[in-house]
Nanobody
Framework: QVQLVESGGGSVQAGGSLKLSCTAS????????MAWYRQAPGKEREYVSS???????IYADSVKGRFTISRDNDNDTLFLQMNSLKTEDTAVYYC???????????WGQGTQVTVSS
């Protein structure tokens, strides 16, 4: 079965950096678009960034210029480099894979990112 396992979350001060990873298994990694979403306490889940199977990336305006999404198709891993972190970036970050009809079919369990001032 498909599994997406996120790692790399943690606590950091504002202005700091973190790099999230998402290791995928159970499907052909290179065949699917992938994305990062996040959900802050009391808020709905929101889109952060996505990357196509051939590497074309898109970002939410709130993270553009600070976050970089990438993928390692040889090792079935998705990354999110987060720089210049802000307190409003605090959320649980989720990895998603394989978009069909506008929705992602598979989701990870999430990793907590906490940014303190």
């Amino acid at each position: 079965q498909v599994q997406l396992v996120e790692s790399g979350g943690g606590s950091v001060q504002a202005g700091g950096s973190l790099k999230l990873s998402c290791t995928a298994s159970g499907y052909t990694f290179i065949s699917c678009d992938m994305a990062w979403y996040r959900q802050a306490p009391g808020k709905e889940r929101e889109y952060v960034s996505s990357i196509s199977s051939y590497g074309s990336d898109i970002y939410a305006d709130s993270v553009k210029g600070r976050f970089t999404i990438s993928r390692d198709n040889d090792n079935d891993t998705l990354f999110l480099q987060m720089n210049s972190l802000k307190t409003e970036d605090t959320a649980v970050y989720y990895c998603a894979a394989c978009r069909r009809s506008g929705e992602y079919m598979f989701w990870g369990q999430g990793t907590q990112v906490t940014v303190s001032s």
